[in-house]
């Protein structure tokens, strides 16, 4: 006991003296490697550091973790879903699987995996997984506006009928209503005929209103005639006495008919000597348009609109049709009407022509028409006068739209401007939900071909192990981007970029529903860059410069300015007040991007008859004695050597003899000598032919029908 407490004492004044020596004598060294010098530590010490290096090497790790690459997982992936996921490829979830109780061999891209599966390849390929939180997409509410329902029969009024002028090109539509409203309207249309939808409110003799509609006879305008029947009550076919039913006549039955709108036939042009309106109602018969005098219920009018010959009976007529139909409209409530027309006014901005089918209009309406909206500023009517309101079935301008509707367009009356803006935001989203999904069914489609080429690709290496698909895979890759061509390559195929510009909204409708029709993609792609209402301005010369392509306008005008810069630029700027003559313009424009043919006339034929050689200084040339057996041979143009059916050479004349003056021809019967460029083996019996290549300019074989 004393001997231990002699020791204590003797440690404890060792520890006073030095506590490093003290815990050495305590506590053994232990052995450590040679590249660790720290100096030893306190239990104190210890246990402070040792617990910072604790938090250090947490913070490593957690940093370490969130260097990993995320992957989004859900129950059931494929395997293809996985590496896409993982934006890696198919042979990635393979080699994660080597050395697993999984099939390797057996997985194809559309395998769906087990959820451990999916974890392990995760795992092993160093990234951390989460799970796909299942997100419902907020629907957006519906703001668009619609028309209000049918108004109670005993708040309708009687309303002024609107009535349809159709008809073949030239049979006098336009005519027929100067005569009504004593006007001259057919003076100011470009080359005679009409290219716009014109409405106008015409009061007869009597008193009674009539809203007519001129639509274009040319068959340019198809889409012009639909939306003026839809826009209708009563259509007067107009038909020519002289003429017959012609396709646009035929055309304008077959609006009136889906539209469900009456028709009164007006036979016009009875005053001319071939006049014959007998024979036109039989014709009309073959489309299912029987006259009263044949049984049927369609009034037949015969008038003359140049000399106004019974003008009044057809206006009498329609007046009689129209109190048969009842016609009748709400002029109290919210506004609708269809837009009729759109154009660009440089004074006024967007100005619409439009049809009031139900209430009446005022300035300061609100309207929404498609995706567009405005706050009426100023109404005017037909002949340019302001008006104040305007009801129902009337024509009238409307100013103050902050962009430009389409025609066609129906209009309707809202509260305010705020209801406005959300119900055209609300047209414009649901038109984009549109386009995303055809987008997005476009895609799959490609998705689902591709998938099949790479089954079909895949379908040959199934016999062979996954290392050897592998390795067949790589070297036929291999070899497919060693010849990869350049990815910037110019396109072997002809192209005319357009732009084009018009005066109204259905001018350019009609002529893109034109260009629709173009089936000469084999020949020449035509490409419609940009389209507009207006007159041509600078960024069309641009534009077109940049892809090198053509202007067309139709009733737009270009100003001087800009017609300097596209002559500077070499811009083609092509203007046109009538539809036909741009349309012939543009089929000039596509002939001349073809190539010419290449066609051969064959001037001449000789027979060798005999092979000699002539010295000429110390070189002997073979010269082929002929005899011309049909036309003549022309030094300057091209031979050909035949022999049999082959063709043993081809090109052009050193020298051209007979007897031995060097001439420019030779004629039928005459004998000559010849000697060709280059070494040619001419042989007796031979037939030589002389003929010259001729350049043949195509034309394009797009038709559009007019």
């Not at 007869?204 to 003026?228: C, N, Q, V, Y």
Request: charged residues 30%.
């Amino acid at each position: 006991m004393n001997v231990m407490s002699s020791v204590m004492r003797g440690g404890c004044r060792l520890a006073l003296v030095d506590s490093a020596l003290f815990s050495h004598f305590l506590f053994p060294p232990v052995r450590r490697p040679a590249r660790s010098s720290a100096p030893l530590l306190t239990c104190e010490q210890n246990r402070k550091f040792a617990s910072k290096q604790v938090k250090d090497q947490r913070n490593q790790k957690v940093k370490a973790k969130g260097d990993k690459q995320e992957v989004e997982i859900r129950q059931r992936m494929t395997a293809a879903s996985l590496a896409e996921a993982m934006n890696r490829d198919f042979d990635h979830i393979l080699e994660a699987l080597l050395n697993t109780s999984m099939d390797v061999d057996s997985l194809e891209p559309d395998s769906v995996l087990e959820e451990r599966w999916i974890k392990e390849v995760v795992t092993r390929s160093g990234m951390k997984f989460r799970w796909a939180k299942l997100s419902e997409s907020r629907e957006r509410p519906n703001r668009d506006v619609q028309r209000r329902p049918p108004a109670d029969p005993s708040l309708l009024k009687t309303r002024p009928p609107v009535v349809t002028i159709m008809g073949h090109v030239d049979h006098g539509k336009t005519t027929l209503l100067d005569s009504l409203r004593k006007s001259q309207i057919v003076s100011t249309e470009a080359g005679g005929i009409t290219q716009h939808i014109g409405a106008f409110l015409v009061q007869l003799p009597t008193g009674e209103k009539i809203t007519f509609l001129d639509t274009p006879g040319h068959a340019a305008f198809s889409s012009m005639r639909a939306r003026g029947a839809n826009a209708t009550d009563i259509v007067v076919l107009v038909v020519a006495a002289d003429d017959g039913v012609m396709n646009q006549t035929v055309e304008s039955i077959q609006h009136a008919r889906r539209a469900k709108v009456p028709i009164i036939v007006a036979v016009n042009k009875c005053d001319k000597p071939q006049a014959d309106p007998q024979r036109v109602k039989q014709e009309l018969l073959a489309h299912d348009v029987v006259c009263e005098e044949f049984g049927g219920d369609v009034q037949a009018i015969h008038v003359s609109a140049l000399k106004g010959d019974n003008l009044l009976a057809l206006a009498e007529a329609t007046v009689a049709l129209a109190e048969v139909l009842e016609l009748k409209a709400e002029p109290s409530g919210a506004v609708e009407g269809l837009v009729i027309e759109s154009r660009t006014d440089k004074g006024r901005g967007p100005v619409t022509s439009a049809i009031i089918q139900r209430g009446t209009l005022r300035r300061g309406c609100v309207l929404v028409a498609g995706k567009s909206w405005a706050k009426v500023r100023f109404l005017f009517d037909e002949n340019g006068r302001a008006v104040t309101e305007v009801g129902p079935s009337s024509a009238v301008e409307v100013v103050g739209w902050k962009e430009l509707p389409s025609a066609g367009d129906v209009i309707v009356e809202v509260e305010s401007e705020q209801r406005a803006r959300e119900a055209v935001e609300w047209r414009s989203h649901a038109e984009e939900q549109e386009k995303l999904q055809e987008e997005q069914s476009v895609i799959e489609l490609k998705q689902k071909l591709h998938l099949e080429e790479y089954r079909k690709e895949r379908a040959g290496l199934s016999h062979l192990s996954w290392r050897q698909r592998k390795s067949a895979l790589y070297r036929a890759n291999k070899n497919k981007f060693a010849v990869r061509p350049s990815e910037r390559t110019q396109r072997d195929e002809l192209s005319l970029p357009l732009i084009i510009k018009g005066d109204v909204d259905g001018s350019v409708e009609a002529i893109l529903n034109i260009l629709d029709g173009y089936d000469a993609e084999q020949q020449c792609q035509l490409e419609v860059l940009h389209f507009g209402i207006g007159d041509v301005s600078e960024n069309d010369v641009n534009m077109a410069d940049a892809f090198t392509g053509s202007i067309y306008g139709f009733n737009v005008a270009a100003s001087r300015s800009v017609q300097q810069l596209a002559a500077r630029r070499g811009v083609p700027l092509r203007l046109h007040a009538v539809i036909y003559k741009l349309i012939d313009e543009l089929k000039d424009e596509l002939s001349s991007k073809l190539p010419p043919l290449l066609s051969e006339n064959i001037v001449g034929e000789a027979t060798v008859l005999a092979m000699f050689d002539v010295s000429v200084g110390k070189k002997k040339v073979p010269v082929a004695g002929c005899r011309v057996q049909k036309g003549q041979l022309d030094r300057r143009l091209k031979f050909r050597l035949i022999r049999g059916r082959d063709t043993v050479w081809e090109g052009s004349l050193v020298a051209l003899k007979h007897h031995k003056d060097e001439v420019q021809t030779v004629k039928l019967g005459m004998e000559c000598g010849l000697s060709a460029a280059g070494d040619v083996d001419f042989r007796s019996g031979d037939v030589i032919v002389c003929f010259e290549a001729l350049d043949t300019q195509q034309v394009t074989s797009w038709d559009p029908g007019f």
